[in-house]
């Protein structure tokens, strides 16, 4: 498990760095941790710690440490006085899904027990669609999170019925893996955006096995994905 535990966390970490990027602050990393200089974007860490031995210091040096800091425990080990646990979860592997014909569409598993409408799912290719997408992503209570720029970096997922997004979800790419992230369902059930998002995922980067991170990883693992180890995300009050 210890080789997969780092690819899933480096993929995350260079996830984190992208989205900063994207907003004109790139972070730094070294041996033990992903770290930027400045307040980085809502919903993502200052730092991302890259080594089970990494220390409070190697993050809390590189980083502006006041009020709103926050850092990814990556391996559930630091102990950061003046900080609080804002959440803990696990780190998640799946083996590459396989191919299934059928991947720009997807019904879950509740549609095997009661009829329901066909998502038709497609990556986000524009920037009007990003923002649409980023609406119902976040219900509307977040907007510029996600800058066009990232467009062709990353593989940024949506599902429809009827023309409208109902669900989505983002793939990224590290090293041998895909990371998963951003699930959402609004409109259709999560199971729904699961399946979809794995379909997606061995269409657009096949043979890849999947990493990601969810505080309640029960939907994930009822689409074959394996608990690898916790994480915690420490909030400077």
């Given at each position: 498990m210890?080789?997969?535990?780092a690819?899933?966390?480096r993929?995350?970490?260079?996830?984190?760095?992208?989205?900063?990027?994207?907003h004109?602050?790139?972070g730094?990393?070294?041996g033990?941790?992903w770290?930027?200089?400045?307040r980085?974007?809502l919903?993502?860490?200052?730092?991302?710690?890259?080594?089970?031995?990494?220390t409070?210091?190697?993050?809390l040096?590189?980083?502006?440490?006041?009020?709103?800091?926050?850092?990814?425990?990556?391996?559930?080990?630091?102990?950061l006085?003046?900080f609080?646990?804002?959440?803990?979860?696990?780190?998640l592997?799946r083996?590459a899904?396989?191919?299934?014909?059928?991947?720009?569409?997807s019904?879950g598993?509740?549609?095997?027990r009661?009829?329901?409408?066909?998502?038709?799912?497609?990556?986000v290719?524009?920037a009007a669609?990003?923002a649409?997408?980023?609406?119902?992503?976040?219900?509307?209570?977040?907007?510029?999170l996600?800058p066009?720029?990232?467009?062709?970096?990353?593989?940024i997922?949506?599902g429809r019925?009827d023309?409208?997004?109902?669900?989505?979800?983002?793939l990224?790419?590290?090293?041998?893996?895909?990371?998963?992230?951003?699930?959402?369902?609004?409109?259709?059930?999560?199971?729904?955006?699961?399946?979809?998002?794995l379909?997606?995922?061995?269409?657009l980067?096949?043979?890849?096995?999947l990493?990601?991170?969810?505080?309640?990883?029960?939907?994930?693992?009822n689409?074959?994905?394996?608990?690898?180890?916790p994480?915690r995300v420490?909030?400077?009050?």
């Amino acid at each position: 498990m210890t080789g997969m535990l780092a690819e899933a966390v480096r993929d995350n970490a260079e996830w984190c760095d992208l989205m900063c990027r994207a907003h004109g602050s790139p972070g730094t990393f070294t041996g033990s941790a992903w770290t930027n200089p400045v307040r980085t974007p809502l919903f993502y860490p200052d730092a991302v710690t890259l080594s089970p031995a990494a220390t409070a210091a190697d993050v809390l040096d590189r980083i502006d440490s006041g009020p709103g800091a926050s850092v990814k425990d990556s391996y559930a080990t630091l102990d950061l006085p003046g900080f609080d646990v804002l959440f803990e979860a696990q780190w998640l592997w799946r083996s590459a899904p396989g191919r299934t014909g059928i991947s720009r569409t997807s019904t879950g598993p509740a549609a095997r027990r009661r009829p329901v409408e066909v998502v038709g799912w497609e990556v986000v290719g524009d920037a009007a669609t990003l923002a649409d997408w980023e609406r119902t992503a976040f219900s509307g209570e977040v907007n510029g999170l996600f800058p066009a720029s990232l467009l062709g970096h990353v593989e940024i997922l949506c599902g429809r019925i009827d023309g409208e997004i109902v669900c989505g979800s983002v793939l990224t790419a590290s090293g041998a893996v895909a990371g998963v992230s951003n699930v959402f369902a609004s409109g259709c059930d999560l199971d729904t955006a699961w399946a979809g998002t794995l379909a997606m995922a061995a269409e657009l980067l096949p043979g890849r096995p999947l990493v990601g991170y969810e505080s309640d990883p029960e939907a994930a693992v009822n689409h074959g994905f394996t608990c690898i180890g916790p994480l915690r995300v420490w909030l400077r009050p």
